[in-house]
């Protein structure tokens, strides 16, 4: 298995709830299946994955990628896992001649609606933001929660609603930031303004507290830093979410989240993919299983044009809000542009 480091700028840092982002640092990885190569990233998340230095020590300790697969050696290296796990399904794909995406599913969708980004932002701002990606084709909107008392989001959550009108989806990621009794009061106020769903309105421990919003309040709740302290079986068990916000990276590459997808299925639970702000290796490989899931949720795909380069070129674009799949073999990208 050939490992490459890499580092990527983000155009401006990115304030999260575990500390600023500044940069992205990974690693590509290639490994050749019966005599077609295929490419793999991993991208550390602090919260999300181990550690960089982790990872690459995963990496390295690789001697058989598919038996490293089989074996579940990587399970406490969730980004390492996913670099060889994808790697293992784009050489394997190459080699059908056949699309990732179509490797996972029967009939995957040729296009995806992607939700734009809307951050925290006095009211006036959220609106222009809110306003702008819909003049840019989005139909889908998630708007930044939790960072300000909750008579102004639900403020700015209003505003945003009488702009755009009633055809565009606005989702609202709270990114754990309420407590129950907050959560309740915020989805009350709400409940007229038809969202797609609240994220995370409680920290991520709290799925009995979730389980609870859910049965009291007509508006969707959904879950994302949950999945990364507790098995998303867990979080179907405890009746905590109508939707899933599964990150491949996270949870250790694409098979994985297809594993979560049929279980959710069961559970009458819709799931939604989103990138850890990727190079375009890992976010092809979001792309492509989000493609092979059913449903016609919009994901959260579009954050290449976060990061100030990138190491390759990007065949999957955002246009008018969609990104299309890319129908040649595999994850659709050259491994000899990533690897060069
Ligand atoms: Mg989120």
Redesign the pocket.
């Known amino acids: 298995m050939r490992i490459r480091n890499f580092a990527l700028d983000l155009r401006q840092p990115l304030t999260t709830a575990t500390g600023d982002i500044e940069r992205r640092e990974g690693f590509l990885v290639a490994v050749d299946v019966d005599g077609h190569t295929g490419i793999g990233e991993a991208t550390p998340l602090p919260g999300w994955t181990e550690s960089l230095d982790d990872c690459r020590a995963a990496l390295d300790g690789v001697d058989h990628p598919k038996t490293a697969i089989e074996t579940d050696a990587l399970a406490d290296t969730p980004a390492a896992r996913h670099a060889v796990s994808l790697a293992l399904a784009d050489a394997r794909a190459r080699r059908d001649d056949t699309p990732l995406a179509a490797s996972f599913a029967s009939n995957p969708h040729t296009s995806l609606p992607v939700n734009s980004t809307v951050g925290d932002a006095p009211v006036e701002q959220t609106v222009e933001a809110a306003e702008n990606a819909v003049s840019a084709g989005f139909d889908c909107l998630k708007l930044k929660v939790g960072a300000r008392d909750t008579g102004a989001d639900i403020t700015r959550l209003r505003a945003v609603r009488e702009a755009v009108g009633d055809d565009v989806s606005i989702r609202a990621?709270a990114?754990g930031a309420w407590d129950r009794w907050t959560a309740d009061r915020v989805l009350a106020a709400i409940s007229d303004l038809d969202l797609e769903y609240v994220?995370?309105p409680l920290p991520a421990e709290e799925l009995a507290g979730h389980a609870v919003l859910r049965r009291r309040h007509d508006t969707p709740i959904a879950l994302?830093?949950s999945l990364a302290s507790v098995p998303p079986v867990r979080a179907l068990a405890s009746n905590a979410a109508d939707v899933l916000?599964c990150k491949p990276m996270a949870l250790g590459g694409p098979d994985r989240v297809l594993d979560v997808a049929s279980r959710a299925r069961n559970a009458g639970v819709d799931i939604v993919v989103t990138t850890t702000i990727d190079a375009v290796v890992a976010r092809l490989g979001a792309l492509h299983v989000a493609a092979a899931l059913p449903g016609e949720r919009a994901h959260g795909l579009a954050t290449a044009s976060l990061l100030d380069s990138d190491v390759a070129a990007d065949p999957a674009p955002v246009r008018d809000g969609k990104m299309s799949v890319p129908e040649s073999p595999g994850l659709g990208i050259d491994p000899d542009a990533v690897l060069d």
């Open positions: 990621d990114n994220e995370q994302d830093e916000v």
